[in-house]
């Protein structure tokens, strides 16, 4: 096994990465990171749980991982798409891209989207003697250790370590909440034997993953879903009863809304009623100013989690009604 781990720790020193001086700083070595940024949030998605058996699949959470990823070191009007290193790949002996049924693999396309990756791909394998050592705690940290210090330059490969660790714990947090009650506290104490994590970010980040899937990316208030095959949502988490007041993170204290429904929830210029109606506050009634559509959506039913012990809890959103609803 140890001279099968040694191979596969040079295949990963070994990936064939773009370089240019104008793309890519020294950070990367001038070289571009996104064949190991894929890697580490594949290896981070085995660490949690969301990778069980030996296939990837392109979802939209590994893209946003990777996004997350790419975040670190881009500047924000620069995207990039976990269609590249995800077909690119397929250079590396242990990666095998598996083809759509009816199509065919074929090499030096440009798959420039996730979306057309989606078309022609179901996903992709790691060869069978790599897979069972992604799955052994020791040999993924030297896994990912080698990406760290192969392609990262010093100053920033603690950052990268930190946010592995980030999205390791705070996908493990968001399971657990939909998974068991009052268990922040247990949790708590488990991540502050690991000093490198910040305890707020992974509770920030487990709630949001939570919310956001148990609302399937829909916003509660207004309905509108919007998802981009590149990582991207329209919709935030929100508390309904902020986390300052109720330091509770259970799901039936949270909420999925859009940009704009969650500034005019946090407003008060939106509301939910006893029965699970939208409740538009008068002030949006009496300004011109504020969107005429949110009138639209008075009384109509909210959009709600499908399994009913994840609905928001009425005594939150009473405290809502009371305290943030402005009534004239
Ligand atoms: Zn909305």
Redesign the pocket.
Known sequence: MCGRLDYFLNAFAMLRTDGSKKNWTSLTYNRSPYKPFLLLAVLDFIESGLIVRNFIEPSFELAQTFQSYCDLLLPPERKASMSYPFYHLESAAFWELKPQPGQQHQRGLAVSSVKRLRQLYLGAKFSDDLYPLLQMPGSRDKLRMVLIEKYFSPEIRQTILEHSLLNCQSAVYSTSLLTTQEMFQDFKQTINQSPLVDVDKVRDQGFRKAVVKLYDHR?A??G?KMLTPEGHTIVDAAHIKPWSVSYNDHPTNGIA??K??HWSYDEGLMSVDHNYLVMISPVVKNDHNLPGHMLTLSDRPVFRPSESRFWPDQENLAWHRRERFTKK
């Open positions: 916003c208030l207004c509108i809304l859009c704009l429904c």
